[in-house]
């Protein structure tokens, strides 16, 4: 679907009116595959999932190196 010509060097491309630029948005947008409320929710609880288990990951490198340059800069484990 694409109207567009073929830019040569040295050329400038033709502008596209709004409404031809409407049309191909809207012509995009009818081939993209929509997912299901199923799809979707389950897509959510994996982000989310994800998500949660990179902040404790990078809450336990925090916390442990933030203790580790304590210690070494310190000389003392325990605040």
Do not use: C, H
């Amino acid at each position: 679907m694409s109207d567009s010509k073929p830019v040569r060097d040295g050329e400038k491309a033709e502008r596209t009116n709004p409404v031809t630029f409407y049309r191909q948005v809207v012509a995009e947008l009818r081939k993209v595959v929509w997912p299901t409320q199923e799809q979707l929710v389950t897509y959510f609880i994996v982000v989310m999932v994800f998500v949660l288990m990179m902040m404790a990951i990078i809450s336990a490198l925090d916390l442990g190196l933030g203790r580790l340059a304590f210690f070494v800069f310190t000389g003392q484990s325990d605040q």
